[in-house]
């Protein structure tokens, strides 16, 4: 509830009641609100403590994304120099083959 819900209703009961039983309505009243406040500090550890957990669960998605990024970057790349290599032998075999 609202806090001033409460108000209304402790308002409510002044008109009513005794002196102690005002201040006793009073203290019911923020007694009430604390709970409130209390629960949804609760509440919000919660959701901040979710939050968290899937942070940590997308970095691991994310970093074993990047390192399966870079594993087949590295494998092309050594691709790419064998057939560098392959070409340039096939180059020299060609020169050998002319000048004999």
Same mark, same amino acid.
């Given at each position: 509830?609202?806090?001033?819900?409460? /108000? /209304?209703?402790?308002?409510?009961?002044? !008109? !009513?009641? !005794?002196?102690?039983?005002?201040?006793?309505?009073? *203290?019911?009243?923020?007694?009430?609100?604390?709970?409130?406040?209390? /629960?949804?500090?609760?509440?919000?550890?919660?959701?901040? *403590?979710?939050?968290?957990?899937?942070?940590?669960?997308?970095?691991?998605?994310?970093?074993?994304?990047?390192?399966?990024?870079?594993?087949?970057?590295?494998?092309? /790349?050594?691709?790419?120099?064998?057939?560098?290599?392959?070409?340039?032998?096939?180059?020299?075999?060609?020169?050998?083959?002319?000048?004999?």
């Amino acid at each position: 509830m609202k806090p001033t819900i409460y /108000l /209304l209703i402790a308002c409510a009961a002044f !008109s !009513s009641m !005794s002196c102690n039983k005002q201040k006793n309505a009073i *203290d019911e009243v923020k007694n009430a609100q604390k709970e409130e406040v209390d /629960l949804r500090k609760e509440q919000v550890n919660a959701a901040a *403590d979710k939050a968290l957990l899937q942070t940590e669960k997308n970095a691991t998605i994310d970093k074993a994304q990047i390192d399966a990024n870079n594993r087949a970057a590295q494998a092309q /790349l050594n691709a790419d120099k064998k057939i560098i290599d392959a070409e340039a032998d096939a180059a020299k075999a060609k020169v050998d083959a002319e000048i004999k």
